[in-house]
């Protein structure tokens, strides 16, 4: 009996893609028609989320985000569009979470070790002791010049946002490419096009929150949507036999000491879904239950107990 010839249309081929940026990898899986070149894609898609690290990493001294970090209080800086974006969301979603999620923590960041520098004691006292304004209130945009002002010294830190942002950039390239099914991740943020089948959303895992094991606690289907976890046991220092969470909580000027294991968040946007996840996780299960009910928000929270 002869087989059915594939048809270069009809019958789309698997291509996964990934490559290194921020420290870790980004990846792509889509399906695409036999006579689809996946190296122009991959080019693309490699350039969307180098260009989120170029603008917006502290970990790169001449970062538009770094030039931000450096300007003087009170003078008007010119700011490439996508980092507008980004601090836009960032200060809406600092208002609506009471400031739970506040991107002027960098100098918090830096002290406690989680930057490019060592931990440093001395700094770590004077972050906890500092009495910081929220990001909201003194961080001026002016949208249609694309420029931004500080009107109290601040240090920006975007890591809990940009890394969505940049699964944001990697969807728009797989569309641009004319892809109806994929889906884009970076460091645990993904965001889902499609279906990977008629009537099969794509499955991805939400970890278990172990420190020296990675197995998943549940499953969750995306469809259109996008999905991020915040929590304490993937990145973290060790400071006198303790470890220390990543995440800063901004009204105490260190790591939360207190907080759920987790915290996933499903939006429409991964930017959104990467910052509601850190913010709920600073406000914790009760609070953060509550905003989320509030907000009409999706999330699940995971708490240990006892063992």
Same mark, same amino acid.
């Given at each position: 009996? +002869? %087989?059915?010839?594939?048809?270069?249309?009809?019958?789309?081929?698997?291509?996964?893609?990934?490559?290194?940026?921020?420290?870790?990898r980004w990846a792509a899986?889509?399906?695409?028609?036999?006579?689809?070149?996946?190296?122009?894609?991959?080019?693309?898609?490699?350039?969307?989320?180098?260009?989120?690290?170029?603008?917006?990493?502290?970990?790169?001294?001449?970062?538009?985000?770094?030039?931000?970090?450096?300007?003087? #209080?009170?003078?008007?800086?010119?700011?490439?569009?996508?980092?507008?974006? #980004?601090?836009?969301?960032?200060?809406?979603?600092?208002?609506?979470?009471?400031?739970?999620?506040?991107?002027?923590?960098?100098?918090?960041?830096?002290?406690?070790?989680?930057?490019?520098?060592?931990?440093?004691?001395?700094?770590?006292?004077?972050?906890?002791?500092?009495?910081?304004?929220?990001?909201?209130?003194?961080?001026?945009?002016?949208?249609?010049?694309?420029?931004?002002?500080?009107?109290?010294?601040?240090?920006?830190?975007?890591?809990?946002?940009?890394?969505?942002?940049?699964?944001?950039?990697?969807?728009?390239?797989? %569309?641009?490419?004319?892809?109806?099914?994929?889906?884009?991740?970076?460091?645990?943020?993904?965001?889902?096009?499609?279906?990977?089948?008629?009537?099969?959303?794509?499955?991805?895992? #939400?970890?278990?929150?172990?420190?020296?094991?990675?197995?998943?606690? +549940?499953?969750?289907?995306?469809?259109?949507?996008?999905?991020?976890?915040?929590?304490?046991?993937?990145?973290?220092?060790?400071?006198?036999?303790?470890?220390?969470?990543?995440?800063?909580?901004?009204?105490?000027?260190?790591?939360?000491?207190? +907080?759920?294991?987790?915290?996933?968040?499903?939006?429409?946007?991964?930017?959104?879904?990467?910052?509601?996840?850190?913010?709920?996780?600073?406000?914790?299960?009760?609070?953060?239950? %509550?905003?989320?009910?509030?907000?009409?928000?999706?999330?699940?929270f995971v708490e240990r107990?006892?063992?």
């Open positions: 009996m +002869s %087989k059915t010839p594939i048809d270069p249309v009809l019958d789309p081929v698997r291509h996964a893609l990934n490559g290194p940026t921020m420290g870790t899986l889509f399906h695409a028609p036999a006579t689809t070149d996946p190296a122009p894609i991959r080019d693309a898609l490699a350039d969307a989320v180098d260009m989120v690290d170029r603008q917006m990493s502290t970990w790169k001294p001449d970062s538009d985000l770094m030039r931000l970090n450096h300007a003087p #209080v009170g003078e008007w800086i010119a700011m490439p569009a996508q980092v507008m974006e #980004v601090l836009a969301k960032s200060i809406e979603i600092g208002r609506l979470s009471g400031g739970a999620f506040d991107i002027g923590v960098g100098d918090v960041v830096t002290a406690w070790g989680f930057g490019p520098q060592e931990a440093d004691t001395k700094a770590m006292r004077e972050a906890l002791c500092r009495n910081r304004p929220a990001t909201h209130d003194v961080l001026d945009l002016d949208i249609d010049a694309l420029r931004v002002c500080k009107r109290a010294p601040l240090t920006l830190d975007l890591s809990g946002i940009a890394k969505g942002y940049a699964v944001d950039r990697m969807t728009d390239v797989l %569309k641009r490419f004319d892809i109806k099914a994929a889906l884009a991740s970076l460091d645990g943020d993904m965001r889902a096009i499609g279906q990977r089948a008629p009537d099969r959303p794509w499955t991805v895992a #939400v970890e278990r929150p172990d420190l020296d094991t990675r197995a998943p606690l +549940s499953i969750l289907e995306l469809s259109d949507c996008a999905v991020a976890t915040s929590g304490d046991y993937r990145h973290w220092v060790e400071l006198g036999g303790q470890r220390l969470s990543h995440t800063m909580d901004p009204i105490r000027g260190g790591p939360l000491t207190q +907080s759920p294991a987790s915290v996933t968040v499903l939006a429409e946007t991964c930017m959104e879904a990467d910052a509601w996840a850190t913010a709920l996780m600073v406000q914790g299960g009760l609070e953060g239950a %509550k905003t989320a009910r509030r907000l009409n928000l999706n999330a699940l107990d006892e063992n």
